[in-house]
């Protein structure tokens, strides 16, 4: 026979004196919340009382299931989709256009891949933000639309909408403005909530490290990465969550229009050796494994190379953009659609030198203040503006050299960036060379 929940400030009581609490209990909290029968109040005590106190795993396991059952859950079965349904998450960085690879690419190997992606947020760049620099891609499709798109182009990008997760959207509201952002088992739950109410088969999740992550530690990061990976799991959507350097830009770029530049680039089959091609195969890799599209990782990577050099993957993201609302063109003419900045200029460094380390993080709030990000929610993005042509750790900078090119609005934003870049670019006389790039993997467990 069910029980009562108890009232809500019992359950925050519990919390606060450092008790496990049910999980049915933290089922009905949960809904409560996203019927507006919790106040924000009550919203801000329980996530202090979490930030303060921790949870364990059947605790971060129910909150998680709560979220993503606190609004529609999708379902697929009625598509008779050919093949796993996959995804992938990043907890973000600077010139990170992983997603718009990654997703097509996969999908050119036989899965289907419902991505919701978010905006900008602080110095990371937005997914939605740049595919937006494409004009008429429609980020918010009706329901039906989504599911059409997956099924024929095998991915779809988009937003999330207002009934996918709708208590995580008040529980983060609140905690951004109660200093409870930076704990582990609420940052689990708001991710996975999103995420597992896709109806996934599978989900990988890259978790950065370095100047430029999240998480202000490499421990916090090492943290993240084995919570999601096991929460998930155990919640039944089998995860692995990779540890990924972004200790500098991982693209050479940094904006929205030039990061779709360098999206057709890697596409086309151009720069697969470069550090963003690199971790997006590691990634790729991992859900075709994940989703039995491949037996081992030597028979995931000739899938891949297959998929990229036949220009399949480059085919299912001009499908995506078309019938998303994008021209029908766009790849072949992507330079008649992107907008440009008025003032593109070299940024050169003020003596010469070896590329040391990157403040990351002041690189990407740089490109939010050229106006390629938000520093208010209600504003406009400029997508022309940004960097392209980052020099990366260990190349040599000099008048021939430049530490980059700025895309910017006018002369005194470029020159404003263009000081910001150099102060956040450290130059010595000595070799240099970049941190490895996959750190760690961790395989969820139940």
Same mark, same amino acid.
Do not use: C
């Given at each position: 026979?069910?029980?009562? @929940?108890?009232? @809500?400030?019992?359950? $925050?009581?519990?919390?606060?004196?450092?008790?496990?609490? #049910?999980?049915?209990?933290?089922?009905?909290? $949960?809904?409560g919340i996203a019927d507006e029968r919790i106040s924000d109040a009550q919203i801000g005590a329980f996530s202090?009382?979490?930030?303060?106190?921790?949870?364990?795993?059947?605790? !971060? !396991?129910?909150?998680?299931? +709560?979220?993503?059952? %606190?609004?529609?859950?999708?379902?697929?079965? %009625?598509?008779?989709? #050919?093949? @796993?349904?996959?995804?992938?998450? %990043?907890?973000?960085g600077v010139g990170d256009l992983v997603s718009l690879v990654l997703g097509p690419w996969v999908a050119a190997c036989g899965a289907f891949v419902p991505m919701i992606s978010g905006r900008g947020l602080g110095h990371t760049g937005g997914t939605l933000d740049k595919l937006e620099s494409i004009p008429g891609y429609d980020p918010y499709p009706a329901p039906e639309r989504f599911g059409r798109v997956v099924k024929s182009t095998g991915v779809a990008i988009i937003g999330q909408t207002g009934n996918l997760a709708p208590a995580d959207k008040r529980i983060y509201g609140v905690r951004d403005v109660t200093a409870t952002v930076e704990s582990i088992p609420l940052i689990t739950a708001s991710i996975l909530g999103k995420k597992l109410a896709s109806g996934l088969d599978a989900l990988v999740m890259d978790v950065k490290v370095g100047s430029g992550a999240f998480m202000p530690t490499a421990e916090k990061s090492r943290e993240l990465a084995r919570s999601i990976a096991n929460v998930a799991t155990q919640a039944g959507t089998p995860t692995t969550a990779l540890l990924t350097d972004m200790s500098q830009p991982l693209a050479r770029c940094a904006g929205n229009a030039v990061e779709i530049v360098e999206t057709l680039a890697l596409l086309r089959g151009e720069r697969s050796d470069s550090r963003v091609m690199q971790v997006t195969r590691e990634l790729a890799v991992e859900m075709l494994m994940a989703g039995k599209l491949a037996a081992s990782r030597e028979d995931a990577l000739a899938k891949l190379e297959k998929a990229l050099t036949s220009g399949a993957a480059a085919e299912v993201f001009a499908r995506m953009v078309s019938e998303l609302g994008g021209p029908a063109d766009f790849m072949e003419r992507s330079d008649h659609y992107l907008a440009s900045a008025p003032v593109v200029q070299a940024?050169? @460094?003020?003596?010469?030198?070896?590329?040391?380390?990157?403040?990351?993080?002041?690189?990407?709030?740089?490109?939010?203040?050229?106006?390629?990000?938000?520093?208010?929610?209600? +504003?406009?993005?400029?997508?022309?503006?940004?960097?392209?042509?980052? +020099?990366?750790?260990?190349?040599?900078?000099d008048n021939q050299r430049p530490l980059a090119m700025v895309h910017a609005r006018s002369e005194d934003a470029a020159k404003r960036a263009a000081d910001q870049l150099r102060a956040a670019i450290t130059l010595g006389d000595t070799a240099a060379e970049a941190d490895t790039l996959l750190q760690d993997t961790f395989r969820g467990d139940t």
């Open positions: 026979m069910a029980t009562t @929940p108890r009232l @809500p400030q019992e359950l $925050i009581r519990l919390k606060r004196d450092g008790q496990a609490l #049910p999980g049915e209990e933290i089922q009905a909290f $949960i809904q202090m009382a979490v930030f303060l106190n921790g949870m364990n795993r059947e605790e !971060v !396991v129910a909150l998680t299931t +709560a979220t993503r059952d %606190s609004g529609h859950v999708m379902q697929w079965d %009625s598509l008779n989709l #050919p093949g @796993p349904i996959v995804d992938k998450h %990043s907890t973000g940024v050169y @460094p003020e003596q010469s030198g070896t590329v040391q380390r990157f403040d990351t993080r002041a690189v990407g709030m740089s490109v939010v203040e050229l106006g390629g990000g938000r520093l208010r929610n209600d +504003a406009s993005v400029d997508h022309s503006v940004g960097f392209s042509d980052i +020099a990366g750790i260990g190349e040599h900078v």
